[in-house]
């Protein structure tokens, strides 16, 4: 997995932790000042993946209130019986006083005193968005919600450019839409020798989306490209994975459908689980509403799961599941 191969580091203030029995923690708060924040305060994320030790928490804590910096909330997870520390903190700092690079030099200070596995920081007002582009077949319900999110901006990303083995006509909405605003559509027909294709045109990417892409990327691909590819399979898996599981499911009489995003790996629909949804179903609906129940829950997860990896909510957890805070 290549899940975070992006950015740098930093953490939580959440002193006086030590050799945790609990599992898990979360901590909200606010300045200590109650009055009107700075206009000068910026916001920044932080992940961190260690191994467990005492005084984790609070050398990271310490870091960022000797910079000024005060965190807001802090996530805690350390796995019973192993000895594995995750955390994310949200925390407001002032750049004047702690620049973006210094930021970096920091934590990895820190990450090295901890044998870190990952240590990754984010400023979303400093740092420029994920950049991503955006693979698709002939459904275009994931598609068009993924573009109308980026441009109502409830997606931090930047849309490179939409990748098909469908061919659109120039007055589809999709492509109007596109036209409007930039972002190149190119129409790539089913091909093993096609991949090459693609991979030239998303290398500058940070992450990948499959908005129902209904083709298999080869091992070779994933390998090449070495970066996240995040899709969305219309069924709650493990259940009904495969070509058209919204018939499996309808065929099977299930009274839960769902829709799960997850990260691809070279064996199909088998990836490390992100987000999941699911709504009840009964006898009374046929396949047309049972469809368009599930087609509404793909759009909500993968939206969800975007802005999860965005947020750097999502980190890798053993072979093959995450840590989502």
């Given at each position: ?11 939580p ?17 606010e300045?200590?000042?109650?009055s009107?924040?700075?206009?000068s ?12 030790e ?17 965190i ?28 973006r690079?210094?930021m ?16 990754v920081?984010?400023?979303p ?7 991503i ?8 319900h ?10 109502d ?5 930047n849309?490179s ?15 109007r ?6 972002i ?28 129902r892409?209904?083709?298999?990327l ?13 899709n969305?399979?219309?069924?709650l ?14 065929v ?14 070279e ?34 997860c ?24």
């Amino acid at each position: 997995m290549s899940i975070f191969r992006r950015v740098s580091s930093s953490l939580p203030q959440v002193t006086g932790i030590a050799k945790r029995s609990i599992k898990s923690l979360t901590i909200t708060g606010e300045s200590l000042d109650s009055s009107t924040p700075s206009p000068s305060l910026t916001h920044g994320i932080h992940v961190f993946h260690c191994p467990d030790e005492v005084g984790i928490v609070a050398k990271l804590s310490e870091c960022i209130a000797s910079r000024g910096g005060n965190i807001h909330v802090a996530d805690i997870f350390v796995p019973e019986n192993k000895n594995v520390f995750y955390s994310r903190s949200e925390f407001v700092f002032d750049p004047a006083k702690w620049p973006r690079v210094q930021m970096d030099e920091d934590f990895l200070k820190l990450s090295k005193i901890f044998n870190a596995t990952k240590s990754v920081v984010r400023v979303p007002d400093l740092d420029p968005k994920f950049k991503i582009a955006v693979l698709a077949s002939k459904q275009d319900h994931c598609l068009v919600d993924l573009l109308h999110g980026w441009q109502d901006g409830r997606l931090p990303v930047n849309i490179s450019c939409i990748i098909s083995n469908h061919e659109r006509g120039p007055n589809t909405h999709v492509i109007r839409f596109l036209e409007r605003h930039g972002i190149p559509y190119h129409h790539l027909d089913t091909s093993s020798k096609r991949e090459e294709e693609i991979l030239g045109l998303v290398q500058d990417t940070d992450f990948l989306v499959l908005a129902r892409y209904m083709q298999v990327l080869s091992g070779s691909f994933i390998n090449n490209y070495g970066k996240d590819v995040i899709n969305i399979h219309h069924g709650l898996l493990p259940s009904f994975k495969g070509g058209n599981p919204s018939r499996q499911a309808f065929v099977a009489g299930v009274k839960l459908i769902g829709a799960t995003s997850h990260f691809v790996t070279e064996e199909l629909d088998a990836g490390p689980i992100i987000e999941q949804m699911v709504e009840r179903v009964s006898h009374r609906d046929n396949m047309r509403s049972f469809v368009q129940k599930s087609e509404n829950l793909e759009k909500q997860c993968l939206a969800k799961a975007i802005r999860s990896y965005c947020e750097l909510r999502v980190l890798p957890y053993e072979d093959n599941r995450t840590v989502v805070f």
